[in-house]
């Protein structure tokens, strides 16, 4: 998987250096101060990626710091329970996917 990840940001790299040749023109940036700046159009992508990315990048981390503590917590609930001899039943939730419950009938009163 790291070499297939390798490769697609190889070729992803090279695009964006092909692009920078052939599209090395300045183009106008309008400020929000409403100041006009002559940016050259590959450091534009460059800066528009960027921002893109890093709400995307910042969430990801934090819920994987969230899923750890997480996971961290239940390992020790687990060696907690295990190593005093309680029994662990699992709590009820969600049904994992593709599971089947049959329901439980029961006979009208006076049967």
Do not use: C, Y
Request: charged letters at 15%.
């Amino acid at each position: 998987m790291k070499a297939l990840r390798l490769i697609l940001f190889g070729v992803v790299l090279a695009l964006f250096v092909l692009f920078s040749f052939s599209n090395w023109v300045r183009v106008p940036v309008v400020l929000p101060d409403g100041t006009t700046v002559s940016v050259f159009l590959p450091i534009v992508v460059i800066v528009a990626f960027v921002l893109g990315w890093l709400p995307t990048l910042l969430l990801h981390v934090a819920s994987r710091a969230s899923w750890r503590r997480r996971a961290a917590r239940t390992d020790r609930l687990l060696e907690d329970a295990l190593s005093t001899g309680t029994r662990v039943v699992p709590a009820a939730g969600p049904l994992p996917v593709g599971a089947h419950v049959q329901p439980t009938v029961f006979p009208p009163p006076g049967i």
